[in-house]
């Protein structure tokens, strides 16, 4: 749900991110709200804290947002003083931590959840004080929001809470119990909700795929993580119990008095659907959108409002335990405004290029009229006739001149000459000063129109022309100083000087002599042609600088253009392939429009429009420069759209009514929606399934007080409301782009929590290899029971080996007793059988592993198969234990010891460690 707006009810909220899990979820968070708030002031804080330094190098991880778990000594004098010190009594005993776990400090906790909670416990202190900072800062930051008027003054003293991290590692695995208490310490429990937010081992399948190893312990920490958290959501009956004192060295003990957690999400990799997300990233994605959602829209408010009157009474039938976990998911119709515009912005840079890098054709005649043009548009502006008329001829003289005249004329004629030469020159320098700027555009007009008109190579052919001619104009008009005005008026001044010669010149029989008239009319023109060389030089500067600039951009681009479609053309398939695009395997967000809208809207609106974009010789910054232009276009031209209109659109186009459109649209989308939580709910208890639609309102509604859902939509969600599970909530946005829908169950039962049964066999398997701490305290309540459902399935399951209910075939196990009118029999005779008394039904030999009969009684391939099967099958497991207590009832304790150390123990063969371990500790030593 996107909000251009801060909900002014948002809570000071604090999101702690606990390892690897938790830094990655709140880097995607802090992305999202800079995305759609970007310098808006919010009452969130966030905390990471981590053993791994890795997560502490990101820059969007602000200095007082970390909290580094770390050892000051060596991990042997750590371990040696922690094991010690009376505050680390939980520390396992068996097998107890050793420098062996460790790879180095600094790297995480390697999956062993003790040391994980090891790293806290030593570095107490620092995360207590980190969660106090952290509370005093959300404070602050609160009255001054109240102070600017950006939040209700209501919630100056409500807090929130988030606990990010995974039940499958070792750090965030092995410090959310103690975390949790230090929160419910720090903050006032009755003004604060306190939220757990827990991704399970099934999310962690692919990245974990190549190590079996770190597999099996993942899923038996999850198990014993599972088993703790589930104590610690079971109301406390007697406060007073140790198991629910906390004790830590420099901070004391902290006593819970009530659940650990107000709300608790898990979430795994797979729906209620079966539908499986592969990717750990995804799943990243699904948590950091949903805290956006809950703590940054107007879906926080509704769902504290719906969470306080979500009272859960009803008990779970088997643990009788309340209901505690809760889990979601989201989905969205989707107008992506943003891919549309990347679409037409995109799509119009590549009809630029491919029109400006189009083939060149010499079109003698197109070339010889748009360069014309283009001079023409120079020296109209240049105002190249008017500086260059002719002021010479004015004063010249004519060809037959008398001296009279001569005399009274050549000074004046002189001296007009020259001013209009100085005049000249001033109203050139005048037009050259004022017109650069003028020139350079009129040019770089032309010319980016004569690009996307007739293409590069065309325009830069006609450069090189433009600089030719202008370069031939400054050839043709050069002026050679051949007289000076001295020697002109001398040569006059001698007419009169030389009586003898020009006698007859000076009494007016005779004209002047051609050669005086002739050098007086050269030096006339022999100033015009300065002026008018120096007009047409400074033109050719002026314009070779310009053509050098453009012909240097155009020569960049031209060489660039199949760089740029091809980034353009990469940017094209992602779009693309974002039609109808799917998030994983289940988030999704449909696009309500495809391909073919995105075509059609582009050549509608933006195809013949290329011309006048963008200045070609301006694209300097690559595909992403020319995209940037583009977007100023579409947001000039684009008509206003939303996600409406879109299936108003869709509706009319299939012939639907908009009503019925909407309901067919909101029924897939909401079953898409459907929460990662794989576990069959208990239909003998109830629980609350909401969907929370978000979209904008109906704004037909204007009464000021009324906020309502567009009556469509509004339609739908009424029809959701009553059914005994399942309720519809609307929620205004004011993203006019699309329709969300969130579904978050609320309070699925303690007896099915994901796949635990799946998770157990790993447990069991690894706490009695005893090769890996799997508690974070031994004594934590549940585990007895814990261990007693292990030891008991261990010890029926090796007794049953040894007194032959259990067949060993061919690396199979085949169960080989039945009950019949309360009386136990073997089905085969098998070498393993108790003697003398006779449980055999079938006096024959023991049929092929092929046959359907021996098949039926399969209980698996090994042992970890077998245990499952004892495990999980309620009856095959009663069988055996009856069959067990009957075998202990007919025969004695030497008897049955005798039985395994003659006929079992003593076989080579056998090969099951656990079956002869348990054999050896409760029969033989015991």
């Not at 108790?834 to 046959?851: F, K, Q, R, W």
């Not at 391939?861 to 309620?874: G, R």
Request: net charge negative.
């Amino acid at each position: 749900m996107k909000n251009t707006k801060v909900p002014k009810d948002i809570l000071p909220t604090l999101i702690i991110g606990l390892g690897g899990t938790g830094y990655q979820v709140i880097k995607r968070l802090k992305q999202l709200f800079d995305k759609r708030y970007k310098d808006e002031k919010l009452p969130v804080r966030y905390l990471l804290i981590d053993t791994d330094l890795k997560s502490f190098l990101d820059d969007s991880i602000k200095n007082n947002e970390k909290c580094q778990l770390r050892f000051g000594e060596g991990i042997k004098n750590t371990l040696e003083w922690a094991y010690g010190n009376s505050n680390f009594e939980w520390l396992p005993k068996n097998p107890k931590i050793t420098p062996d776990f460790f790879t180095s400090t600094d790297q995480g906790a390697g999956l062993v959840r003790p040391i994980g909670r090891m790293y806290l416990c030593k570095n107490a202190k620092l995360v207590y004080d980190s969660l106090q900072t952290a509370k005093n800062d959300l404070v602050d930051l609160h009255k001054v929001l109240i102070d600017l008027e950006e939040n209700y003054l209501e919630n100056i003293d409500r807090h929130k809470v988030y606990i990010v991290g995974s039940l499958a590692g070792g750090t965030g695995c092995g410090t959310f119990l103690d975390v949790a208490a230090m929160v419910s310490k720090i903050f006032n429990r009755d003004n604060t909700n306190i939220i757990g937010m827990f991704t399970l081992e099934s999310c962690y399948d692919d990245k974990l795929s190549s190590d079996l190893d770190a597999q099996n312990r993942s899923k038996a920490n999850c198990y014993a993580a599972l088993k703790e958290l589930e104590f610690y959501m079971s109301s406390i009956t007697n406060p007073e119990d140790k198991k629910y004192t906390f004790k830590y060295n420099n901070v004391g003990e902290i006593k819970l008095d009530r659940k650990l957690l107000d709300i608790c999400y898990l979430i795994e990799n797979k729906n209620e659907m079966g539908g499986v997300l592969t990717n750990i990233e995804d799943i990243y994605d699904l948590c950091s959108l949903q805290l956006f959602q809950e703590i940054g829209t107007k879906l926080g408010s509704q769902l504290r409002a719906d969470y306080a009157n979500f009272i859960c009474k009803d008990k779970d039938p088997i643990l009788n335990k309340d209901r505690h976990f809760s889990t979601f998911s989201s989905s969205s119709m989707e107008f992506s405004a943003g891919n549309l515009k990347d679409y037409c912005c995109n799509m119009l840079a590549k009809d630029i290029l491919n029109k400006i890098g189009s083939e060149f054709v010499k079109d003698e005649e197109a070339l010889s009229k748009e360069l014309n043009s283009l001079i023409k548009s120079v020296d109209d502006r240049l105002k190249v006739k008017e500086a260059s008329e002719d002021f010479a001829s004015g004063c010249e003289l004519p060809a037959v001149i008398y001296y009279k005249d001569l005399k009274e004329t050549y000074k004046s004629n002189l001296d007009m000459l020259e001013n209009s030469e100085r005049d000249k020159k001033e109203l050139w320098k005048r037009i050259i000063n004022n017109g650069r700027a003028d020139i350079d555009k009129i040019v770089n007009d032309f010319i980016n129109n004569l690009v996307m008109e007739r293409g590069i190579k065309f325009t830069i052919e006609l450069l090189d022309r433009l600089n030719t001619r202008f370069m031939k104009d400054v050839s043709s008009n050069n002026a050679y100083a051949s007289v000076d005005r001295n020697y002109v008026e001398g040569e006059i001044n001698g007419i009169a000087s030389n009586k003898k010669t020009y006698g007859k010149v000076l009494s007016n029989k005779k004209p002047v002599p051609s050669e005086v008239i002739n050098n007086f009319n050269d030096y006339a023109q022999q100033l015009y042609l300065g002026v008018k060389n120096l007009i047409y030089k400074d033109r050719y500067n002026l314009i070779e600088n310009i053509i050098k600039q453009i012909s240097k951009k155009l020569n960049n681009l031209n060489n660039n253009i199949l760089y740029m479609l091809n980034d353009i053309s990469n940017n094209l398939n992602k779009i693309n392939n974002q039609n109808e695009k799917k998030y994983g395997g289940n988030i999704i967000s449909r696009e309500m429009i495809g391909r073919e809208f995105y075509e059609s809207y582009y050549n509608k609106y933006f195809k013949d429009i290329s011309k006048g974009v963008i200045d070609p010789i301006l694209i300097e910054g690559g595909s992403e420069g020319l995209i940037k232009a583009c977007e100023v276009q579409y947001e000039r031209i684009a008509p206003h759209n939303d996600i409406m209109k879109i299936l108003s659109e869709n509706a009319e186009s299939k012939g639907m009514s908009f009503e019925s459109y909407i309901t067919e649209e909101l029924d897939i989308t909401s079953k898409l929606a459907k929460p990662f939580w794989s576990a069959i709910k208990n239909p003998e208890v109830s629980w609350t399934e909401c969907y929370y639609i978000g979209c904008i309102k109906d704004e037909s509604i204007n009464n000021g007080f009324t906020i309502k859902a567009p009556k469509e939509i509004d339609s739908w969600i009424r029809n959701q409301t009553g059914e005994r599970s399942r309720w519809a909530r609307y929620v205004e946005t004011t993203n006019p782009n699309s329709i969300d829908v969130i579904h978050i169950t609320m309070g699925a039962c303690a007896a099915y929590l994901p796949d635990i049964k799946h998770y157990k066999q790993f447990y069991l398997k690894l706490l009695a290899s005893k090769a890996y701490p799997l508690h974070l305290n031994e004594e934590y309540i549940g585990l007895e029971e814990l261990d007693l459902d292990m030891e008991r399935v261990l010890l029926n399951y090796s007794l049953a080996r040894a007194y032959g209910a259990i067949m060993e075939i061919d690396n199979g196990l085949y169960l080989n007793v039945k009950k019949e009118k309360d009386a136990y029999w073997y089905i085969y005779p098998y070498k393993y059988c108790l003697e003398p008394i006779d449980y055999v039904m079938e006096n024959v030999g023991i049929p092929s592993t092929a046959s359907e009969t021996l098949l039926k009684l399969k209980i698996g391939d090994n042992y970890h198969e077998a245990i499952k099967c004892l495990s999980e099958n309620a009856e095959t497991y009663e069988l055996i234990d009856g069959f067990i207590k009957n075998a202990k009832s007919k025969l004695n304790k030497e008897q049955l010891k005798a039985h395994c150390l003659e006929n079992y123990i003593k076989d080579k063969a056998l090969g099951d460690f656990i079956a002869k371990e348990k054999i050896n500790q409760r029969i033989i030593e015991g």
